[in-house]
Every structure is written in C-alpha cells, then in structure tokens.
C-alpha cells in the first residue's frame, strides 16, 4: 500500500457554507485513509468539538491516520488525539509541549522569518502558505508562492522536519508542489462545491470519490531528501 502525502482538513464553516453534513464529510475523509486529517472547528464549542472528534476517533485509530485538531491542545488532548495544530497567534509549541507532552505539534508558518523560527523549535511538522490563492479562509494571509517554497523547503528537509504546503492547491497544481513538500493540505478540493443533495450517503460518495482521487495524484513518499 502506498504511503499517503494527504493532508485532508475538515472545515466546519466550509461544509456549512456548502450545505454539507459535517460528520458525512469527515466519514469519507477518513476512508479516504489521508496520512493526516484535521478538524478545525472555530467558534464552535467544547462539547461540539468533542463529540465530533470522538467520531474521527473511532474511525482513524485502526487507520494509521494521524488526528489532529485545530488550535485547542485541551480539547486535543481530552479527545485521544494524536496531535494539535497551532497557528502563530496560538499557544506555543513550548508551551503545548510542557502541558501535554503525548500531543505532536504541527505549526502554520506564512513567512521566511516565520519559517525559520519555526524550525528552531523542531515541530513535528511544519506548515507553509498559502502557496496559491484561496478561498477557504475569510482573511487569509499574502501568497507565498511556489517558488518560494522551493527556495525554503531545504531548510527544512536539513532539520529533519516534515513540510506541509497548504493554501490553493488543486489536482493540477500538485504535483508541483510535491517536488518540494512532504505533504499537501487542502480543504477545497475534497469537497464538492454544493451539496449533491440525496442525503449524508451521497456527500460521503461525491467526497470519498474527490479525496481518493487527490490522495492518488500524490502518489507516495516525501519530497527528495
């Protein structure tokens, strides 16, 4: 079996402003079987939270899917999730570390400065974008570009840590993407635009269908090393 450089995040808002079962969505990303998969959930609440991620629970811990949640170590932790996400605003990797030392920790970078901050703090893996234009973020931060990811992803590989591009990258754009990073995030493109409507089994088969598609144009492996 090969090896999945799928990153699949699980939007809350995304799937509500696409009239998508959330839990529909997170069932077909699961058997999609990404090599990580994301919930971020902002504004919704703790209990919210929980019972969503005791769902993914339950679907990812005999998968070899790594579970992260968005922002709230607590929550990640409290949930028996394999890590959490933290963005340059959240707690720091430190921080996270001290408090809940089973987690991983996965950090968003937008930056060189960033980036090479980032990196001095050995995440367990490393988050750069947008690489591309996107929508999935009401205000989302100025494009990095492709090629400055070529041009920082050295950096990371030389650190050991893994590298997630992220932001914009659909089937065409991937596969240069992957030339540089270990793994490719996205939202968007797992999802389809509107809700094929039929009920939560055909919005588990149009998102099964699209992830499974994205995960196979990845192919395996990491970025050279």
């Known amino acids: 079996m090969l090896e999945s450089r799928l990153y699949a995040i699980l939007d809350a808002d995304a799937c509500r402003a696409r009239g998508l079962d959330l ?5 077909a990303l699961c058997d999609a079987a990404p090599a990580m998969l994301q919930l971020r959930a ?3 609440s703790a209990t919210e939270v929980l019972a969503v991620l005791a769902r993914l629970r339950s679907w990812t811990k005999d998968s070899g899917t ?3 949640l968005n922002d709230r170590a607590d929550l ?4 028996g999730c ?3 996400h933290v963005g340059q605003g959240d707690q720091a990797i430190a921080a996270v570390r001290h408090h809940f030392p089973r987690l991983r920790v996965g950090l968003s970078t937008h930056s060189e400065a960033e980036f090479d901050r980032a990196l001095l703090d050995r995440p367990d893996y490393l988050a750069l974008g947008p690489i591309f234009g996107t929508k999935s973020k009401q205000a989302s931060e100025p494009v990095v570009g492709l090629l400055e990811l070529e ?5 990371a590989r030389a650190m050991q840590v893994p590298l997630v591009a992220i932001g914009g ?3 065409v754009r991937a596969g240069a993407v992957l030339a540089h990073a270990d793994y490719v995030a996205t939202i968007a493109a797992l999802m389809p635009e509107q809700s094929p ?4 089994e055909a919005v588990s088969r149009a998102v099964l269908e699209r992830a499974r598609a994205f995960a196979q144009s990845l192919g395996a492996g990491g970025a050279p090393r």
């Open 197 to 200: 409507g039929e009920g939560e």
């Open 23 to 27: 839990l529909a969505v997170g069932d």
């Open 76 to 79: 990640a932790e409290l949930a």
């Open 66 to 68: 790594l579970l992260y």
């Open 42 to 44: 902002k504004g919704r």
């Open 169 to 171: 990258i659909d089937h």
């Open 151 to 155: 041009r920082l992803a050295p950096r």
């Open 82 to 84: 394999d890590g959490v």
